[in-house]
């Protein structure tokens, strides 16, 4: 069955990709992920001496993921500020990036990843995530595999990758995974509606597949800033 | 020019890996070449974080690479170095951290009754005591501060990085010494050796044009003084920003001489 999407894309078709690594000098890494028209910024900063002490964790790094919206990101304003949408979002994040860290190596230390979605169109965690994943890797802090992510759902009868604009709300079930490619791994696995279980294995198995043409996209962008150039 | 002198010296391990790393392939003959034809990467090759370099248990993982199942992999982003049967990878980027006998550059942070609080541009600080320290000091009786005040700079050697993460600074070296003036310029250690360059030809270049005093730590804090700092600081950023350009040393030549 190949029923074209609003946008034209086919069920298995991720949106166009843009991945840019080193987008915002200050920080210590930094990387820019679009998937159509939605635009997320990531920029991480450590590891670094964590204020106040009581916060240090005494074994390992504290990692921590700040997700917000601009006010401009959609259609209504974003209130600014945190909401309890995006605090949890930020815990979602941090949880499916903890796994891929070497936290050990750098105790009482934080890891401060900001993540910003300039433009919304649906999949901002995911985007996200991707960019954090990114911006970890440009810092030079100590990874296990790169982290990707996609969401993936189910609009009449067929399994359909990153939902985008209205599709989120035609499909019965929206389930965003985040996903380590090499170690097959995955770190992040929400489902919003519900569906059975043979769909939802066969969703997870569509969204690693996304997660894969990511992964590659990602080792594209970090070696577009770091494989060596001539000057002119 | 003291300083250039002192530069020179304890720089002289970084200026060595440099030029190893600046060596061209076509220069070295097949008794030399290093690598495995069996690795997925090799000697020199840009790896990132997941990377798998070999699929073998022959090899070591070294530093920044981690064994999973038969394979070695890398942490970070950087260069693999085949170290006899250990696979290194040298990053590119991240944060400094501190070994025993680094010549470092830091920053008096704070004065205590045992010592000083260093910052090292680390993630953690480090801690200069009164036995670093080469006059006597009776903390009872004299101001600690006249010694080394909050805000100064100084030139140091790392003397002792405990597990748990406390770092040690000691001035009993003969190349230890307080700045005096000048500035000070932060810029990522993973680029100092290119600043250097090979056999220090790019920092005595930027010497010699800008007629600035010039110390680099191995900890990324340059301290520098002259007529033509604000030229001097232009530089070094500029190095930093293309640290991973080739004929670098040639377009610095360029640009200084334009500017003068």
Known sequence: MSTKREDGRGPEDIRPIKMEVGVIKNADGSAMVSLGKTVAIAAVYGPRELHPKHLQVSNRARLKCIYSMAPFSTTERVRPGPSRRSSEISKVTRESLEPALFLENFPKTTIDVFILIVQANAGTRTAGINAASLALADAGIEMRDLVTSVAAGKIDGTYTIDLAGKEEEATDCDLPIAYMPRIDKITLLQMDGDMPVKDVKGTIELAKKGCKILYEEQKKALLKKWAKEGLE | ?260
Request: overall charge neutral; hydrophobic content about 35%.
């Open chain 2, 1 to 260: 020019m003291a300083d250039s002198k002192e530069v020179k010296k304890t720089e002289a391990k970084e200026i060595k890996s440099v030029a190893k790393e600046d060596k061209p392939a076509e220069m070295e003959t097949p008794k030399e070449v290093v690598g495995d034809p069996k690795a997925l990467k090799n000697d020199k090759d840009v790896v990132l974080p997941g990377d798998k370099i070999i699929d073998s248990m022959d090899y070591l993982p070294g530093k920044n690479t981690f064994r999973e199942g038969n394979s070695i992999i890398s942490k970070r982003i950087g260069l693999v170095y085949f170290k006899g049967r250990v696979i290194e990878v040298i990053p590119l980027s991240g944060v400094y951290v501190p070994s025993v006998g680094d010549m470092i550059i830091g920053e008096v942070k704070e004065v205590q009754h045992s010592g000083w609080i260093i910052d090292i541009n680390s993630p953690y600080e480090a801690f200069l005591p009164l036995s670093g320290v080469r006059e006597f000091v009776d903390p009872g009786k004299m101001d600690m501060s006249k010694i080394y005040g909050t805000g100064d700079i100084i030139y140091g050697k790392i003397s002792l990085v405990s597990p748990a993460n406390s770092i040690h600074v000691t001035m009993q070296d003969q190349k230890a010494r307080k700045f005096d003036g000048g500035r000070v310029v932060r810029i990522n250690s993973v680029k100092v050796p290119r600043l250097i360059g090979k056999m220090g030809s790019m920092i005595n270049l930027i010497k010699d044009k800008t007629g600035c005093r010039i110390s680099v730590g191995q900890n990324g804090i340059v301290w520098l003084q002259g007529e033509n700092e604000v030229l001097a600081v232009e530089v070094i950023k500029t190095i930093e920003d293309k640290s991973h350009s080739e004929g670098l040393t040639n377009y610095i030549e360029k640009l200084l001489e334009k500017k003068e």
